[in-house]
């Protein structure tokens, strides 16, 4: 057995590749790659505009990382490539392809380059909200058994909506594509040779339970040709961590390393993070704080928690019910605020001093007292995922004076993520899923305010992973499963997952200040949610009235 296994994470705006050691999971090199298009939410690159929420990629973006991040990293750790054993990916999550038999995807044909629909739909495309919701109402009428593992909303996320999208929008599209697949597992597909679909995605995207995904007669009564789409997304269902085959000799010149080394079953990036943070014990949650947030944690017993994004029996590790809920947009909220609502002063006085405009912002917010903004924030700027399933709700902010200034708007933002990941938390515990830890990871864990008002928000220690790539980590404890190294997750989490950087603990008199804020955002999150008033969703509908679809 060779000493190292190679992890890649394909995120929202770029990708990143580790060599780490089989042995404790210690990182010998690694390397990111940003992608070109980045997300594409304008217009098509060369071709027409895109209406509002819509969100696509360019797969060959996601190829040029395995060229170009997986050989750099390897260089970057000085290793003989002849030593690695596997190589295991992850991907963002719902992010799917219409492609060929042959796994060519749509969007590379010439005759179809300026058909969005023909495009990588990427997680956070949201122009789909309307079919979920009539996916929503008929599994309702009907009693569809599934719906309540997914909390009794389907998301405009996930696949049957995306596809359902397709179909009625551009039929010619939804006929030509002979497979509709995950971008994780068709990268899997180039890397080995062969077809594989990750039992996760199936199951948390693709409302696959108890070994079906939905009834043809459902499909058909949401749309006479739907049922159709079964057939493109049949294939090998595998496990988390699975041999997905071997790397193939073509594969092999792209990546520098040796051909037949061992591939493993295409994951989903927060899913493989879990195994990272050494958080696949029932009862651990672990949060991905990034450009949105997943929160993931197993149990030995299946609940029917309401808002959830889905629980999957072996859907995060092998023998016990993966849960999953979220948050749509977090990072994705910063950083919009940073970038068009910010006011330009801020930025040269950030450039004077010598830091990022969002330290600026921490350390000019850092020592308010809480609630002494006046402000509160409905984190919903990119819909809202748990646990209300609406991506058609949006952001709010409330309590503007004219002495409001910008940071106070940054703290209010801020504290407004918290208070949505304390929602779910309470719904789990609600439901009869207890949290017994909370553990942090993802990019804007490098954030220390944020991670102080998320302790005292919680009002429980709040756990950091220290690794500078967790779920490419994650991903590579996969691959040194699949590539035999060892029997299962567990075992290979607890031997090669990261340790903790540091440990927040709430301070009381904070937390209980939070407690009477979030008794107000709960107020608000419930009026502006749950039917106290219909005005987002009449926003929303004005809005695309002024931009329709372009159908073809």
């Not at 909303?153 to 030509?176: G, N, T, Y």
Request: contains cysteine; charged residues 20%.
């Amino acid at each position: 057995m060779g000493r190292y296994v190679v992890g890649v994470d394909l995120g929202t705006l770029s990708g990143r590749a580790v060599v780490v050691d089989v042995a404790d999971g210690a990182e010998r090199g690694s390397a990111v790659h940003a992608y070109r298009h980045g997300v594409i939410t304008e217009r098509l690159p060369g071709g027409p505009a895109l209406p509002p929420g819509w969100a696509l990629q360019d797969p060959a973006d996601h190829v040029e990382v395995l060229r170009t991040a997986v050989p750099a990293a390897v260089r970057a750790a000085g290793i003989d490539p002849a030593e690695v054993v596997g190589i295991g990916l992850d991907a963002t999550s719902c992010t799917v392809l219409p492609t060929r038999a042959d796994g060519t995807p749509l969007a590379e044909l010439p005759e179809l380059r300026d058909r969005p629909h023909a495009w990588p739909k990427l997680w956070k495309h949201h122009s789909a909200q309307r079919q979920a919701e009539r996916i929503n109402a008929l599994a309702a009428a009907r009693r569809e058994p599934w719906l309540a593992r997914y909390g009794g909303r389907v998301s405009a996320e996930w696949q049957l909506a995306k596809a359902l999208e397709v179909l009625e929008e551009d039929p010619e599209v939804f006929r030509r594509a002979e497979r509709w697949v995950e971008t994780a597992d068709w990268l899997v597909r180039r890397l080995c040779g062969r077809e594989t679909r990750n039992a996760s995605a199936a199951g948390f995207k693709g409302l696959r339970q108890d070994g079906s995904p939905p009834a043809p007669d459902f499909l058909a009564a949401l749309h006479p040709e739907l049922p159709d789409l079964l057939p493109k997304v049949d294939g090998p269902l595998l496990p988390p961590a699975a041999r997905a085959g071997a790397l193939t000799a073509e594969a092999a010149g792209w990546t520098g390393l040796p051909a037949g080394i061992a591939v493993a079953a295409g994951a989903i990036d927060a899913h493989v993070t879990a195994a990272a943070a050494r958080a696949v014990a029932p009862g651990r949650m672990l949060a991905v704080l990034g450009t949105s947030t997943c929160l993931i944690m197993n149990a030995d017993t299946c609940h029917e928690v309401p808002g959830v994004c889905g629980v999957v029996e072996g859907g995060v590790t092998a023998g016990r019910w993966g849960y999953e809920a979220g948050q749509s947009g977090v990072g994705d909220i910063f950083a919009w605020y940073v970038a068009r609502a910010l006011p330009a002063p801020y930025a040269e006085e950030a450039a004077r001093r010598g830091v990022s405009v969002h330290e600026l912002l921490d350390s000019l917010a850092a020592d308010q007292p809480v609630g002494g903004h006046g402000l509160l924030a409905l984190d919903w700027h990119s819909g809202n995922r748990s646990v209300l399933m609406d991506h058609e709700l949006s952001g709010v902010l409330v309590g503007l004076t004219l002495a409001t200034r910008p940071e106070d708007i940054w703290r209010a933002l801020l504290e407004a993520t918290a208070f949505g990941a304390r929602t779910v938390v309470e719904a789990f515990e609600a439901a009869g899923v207890p949290v017994d830890e909370l553990t942090a990871a993802g990019g804007l864990t490098a954030n220390r305010l944020l991670l102080r008002i998320y302790a005292d928000v919680l009002r429980r220690p709040l756990h950091v992973v220290d690794a500078a790539h967790p779920a490419a980590l994650g991903a590579a404890i996969h691959a040194a499963v699949a590539a035999g190294a060892y029997p299962d997750v567990d075992s290979a989490s607890a031997a090669m997952g990261a340790a903790r950087r540091e440990t927040w603990h709430p301070d009381p008199a904070r937390a209980d200040a939070y407690d009477e804020l979030y008794a107000e955002y709960r107020a608000l999150h419930d009026h502006f949610g749950r039917g106290g008033t219909d005005i987002l969703h009449r926003l929303h509908r004005l809005r695309h009235r002024a931009h329709p679809p372009r159908r073809s």
